[in-house]
């Protein structure tokens, strides 16, 4: 898998962006960051991405989803880090793994293990 793209990402919120007639200024404020840092996120020109959190919000403003835009930027979600360091050998060990399942396989092994959550949670 290629490292995601800066220019790529930063272009997609400013397409997105544009798609919602918000003006630079407006959606910077929007999400709390400066107009002149917003601009260089759409530029592609910040060392580092947003934060997950960051990043989360503009998805939901744009009604899009925050995983893949996390994803795309080259984050990870607050949570996932959070599990990744409670469980620093297995995690990674599951994500190997499960990258060589199709899609189908994929899901089918996210709703067991959903169900398997919820009935522990129930007890």
């Known amino acids: ?11 997609m919120i ?8 918000l003006s630079l200024r407006k959606f910077a ?5 400066s107009p002149t840092y917003l601009s260089q996120i759409e530029q592609g020109k910040v060392e580092r991405p947003p934060t997950a959190e960051r990043i989360r919000v503009m998805a939901e403003l744009l009604d899009e989803n925050p995983d893949q ?12 880090t ?3 360091k409670k469980e620093p ?10 990258r060589r399942l199709s899609p189908e396989e994929l899901k089918r092994v996210t709703e067991d293990l ?7 949670a129930d007890q």
Do not use: N, Q, Y
């Open 1 to 11: 898998m290629t490292a995601p793209s800066k220019k790529s990402f930063g272009a």
């Open 14 to 21: 400013r397409r997105r962006r544009l798609d919602k007639k």
């Open 29 to 33: 404020d929007m999400v709390g960051v």
């Open 69 to 80: 835009w996390i994803a795309l930027a080259g984050r990870l979600p607050d949570d996932l």
């Open 82 to 84: 959070e599990i990744i």
């Open 89 to 98: 050998e297995m995690m990674p060990a599951l994500l190997r793994a499960a």
């Open 114 to 120: 959903e169900k398997k959550a919820k009935r522990k």
